[in-house]
């Protein structure tokens, strides 16, 4: 099976950054994702990695290294609005069909004035 | 564009009563998820769709639990007598079909089900 591993919370100021590790174990690993989500509402898709290295997006960034099992979310320029759960997805290519994902608890981050 | 849309949005009943949620994938969307959210255990799945076969359903967690996708355009989860222990967010989500494997899948608003 799967691993995953990120911190349960989080708390940073406005106008900071902020980085939100995620750890996993799988044999097969075909791409990582990271979703946000805010309270009571949808995942909603934030970046994705199958390749190490950094994919920038805004103010947002992904890193990805498979040889470590390891990603990272980067948020810059922190707001309020950002305050919201992050979660950690990993699809692996022995699941069938590769569309599986198996998601980690995901991270909640406060971001404070 | 209209999104995943699931319905009820909210739905409280008493243990023992069948529970019937409702999904309508994003037109064109080859693949269907059904999930279950909870506090201590997160987002799990509990089962797949691919054109409107159930392609994987190890997640669903026993025979009261069932799922039906009659068609591209409608899914149901069914859960048949409910139990306490099943309250929870139950979210849809729907995906293109993943040449590259880069789709992300796309989340209805869920159904925040509670069971007395």
């Known amino acids: 099976g799967q691993n995953i591993d990120q911190p349960t919370e989080m708390t940073a100021t406005e106008g900071a950054i902020v980085q939100i590790n995620c750890t996993y174990q799988t044999s097969g690993f075909n791409g990582l994702f990271w979703y946000q989500q805010h309270a009571g509402e949808a995942p909603t898709f934030l970046s994705y990695?199958?390749?190490?290295g950094l994919e920038e997006k805004g103010r947002f960034s992904s890193f990805l290294s498979r040889s470590k099992g390891y990603s990272y979310l980067l948020l810059k320029e922190l707001q309020m609005k950002d305050s919201a759960s992050y979660l950690c997805?990993?699809?692996?290519?022995?699941?069938?069909?590769?569309?599986?994902?198996?998601f980690g608890t995901g991270t909640r981050l406060l971001v404070s004035p | 564009d209209a999104g995943v849309i699931q319905s009820p949005r909210h739905e409280v009943t008493e243990m023992g009563q069948e529970v019937t949620l409702r999904c309508k994938p994003i037109s064109g969307h080859d693949y269907l998820f059904w999930y279950r959210q909870t506090m201590m255990r997160g987002l799990e799945l509990l089962i797949y769709?691919?054109?409107?076969?159930?392609?994987?359903d190890s997640g669903m967690p026993e025979d009261r639990f069932s799922a039906k996708m009659p068609n591209a355009s409608f899914s149901t989860l069914k859960i048949q007598p409910s139990e306490p222990r099943d309250s929870a967010v139950y979210f849809c989500?729907?995906?293109?079909?993943?040449?590259?494997?880069?789709?992300?899948?796309?989340f209805g608003d869920g159904t925040r089900l509670s069971i007395l």
């Open positions: 990695n199958v390749l190490d």
């Open positions: 769709f691919n054109n409107n076969v159930p392609i994987d």
């Open positions: 997805a990993v699809r692996d290519m022995r699941d069938t069909g590769f569309q599986k994902l198996v």
């Open positions: 989500a729907s995906s293109l079909v993943d040449r590259g494997n880069n789709q992300p899948q796309h």
